[in-house]
T-cell receptor, first 115, second 111 residues
Framework: EPEVTQTPSHQVTQMGQEVILRCVPI?????FYWYRQILGQKVEFLVS????????KSEIFDDQFSVERPDGSNFTLKIRSTKLEDSAMYFC?????????????FGEGSWLTVV | QKEVEQDPGPLSVPEGAIVSLNCTYS??????FMWYRQYSRKGPELLMY????GNKEDGRFTAQVDKSSKYISLFIRDSQPSDSATYLC???????????FGTGTRLQVTL
């Protein structure tokens, strides 16, 4: 069964450093997403991406964050100047169409620890 | 009032029991209702997806939506130890791409 793959599975970074989390969405999917889950809290939407541009973003997704589809298969989340509160599990997801009838498939997550 | 509310549990049941998991929501714009299962430190896995009000059955799982009460349920019949996980409800309006999740209910099925 096709799946969303994410790397790294776990990253530890110093506060203030930049981090890039990588994702390979399911190959025929056109919509891509990042969600995050702080330990013990709910899964929260960050951003959705379609046709090489952001289609929707939450208030969490401020100038510290950016997304990119650099090469037609990868989808990345960049976090600049990481803060302790950025420590969370970050999930990449993808769907074939715009939600409203299309299943969103999640990856296994990248656990980010900021120290 | 929170947009989506879900009892965090934990909910402990014996093997074979019928489990009822629930979410309430406040935004009447939600049209699509999903249940995801999440094992510890893993990604959410879609279990059930329902559009608007009504019931949907898939094997041991039944999803129920009551839009008039803004209440959704997931029933698990003949629960198994392998069902032990956190169950997340997720809602979508159909006009925006994001899913709004509940906090999740942790379920433990004991032998």
């Amino acid at each position: 069964e096709p799946e969303v793959t994410q790397t790294p599975s776990h990253q530890v970074t110093q506060m203030g450093q930049e981090v890039i989390l990588r994702c390979v969405p399911i190959s025929n999917h056109l919509y891509f997403y990042w969600y995050r889950q702080i330990l013990g809290q709910k899964v929260e939407f960050l951003v959705s991406f379609y046709n090489n541009e952001i289609s929707e973003k939450s208030e969490i997704f401020d100038d510290q964050f950016s997304v990119e589809r650099p090469d037609g298969s990868n989808f990345t989340l960049k976090i600049r100047s990481t803060k302790l509160e950025d420590s969370a599990m970050y999930f990449c997801a993808s769907s074939e169409g715009a939600f409203g009838g299309n299943t969103i498939y999640f990856g296994e997550g990248s656990w980010l620890t900021v120290v | 009032q929170k947009e989506v509310e879900q009892d965090p549990g934990p909910l402990s049941v014996p093997e074979g029991a019928i489990v009822s998991l629930n979410c309430t929501y406040s935004n009447s714009a939600f049209q699509y209702f999903m249940w995801y299962r999440q094992y510890s430190r893993k990604g959410p896995e879609l279990l059930m997806y329902t559009y608007s009000s009504g019931n949907k059955e898939d094997g041991r799982f039944t999803a129920q939506v009551d839009k008039s009460s803004k209440y959704i349920s997931l029933f698990i019949r003949d629960s198994q130890p392998s069902d032990s996980a956190t169950y997340l409800c997720a809602l979508n309006t159909g006009t925006a791409s994001k899913l709004t999740f509940g906090t999740g209910t942790r379920l433990q099925v004991t032998l």
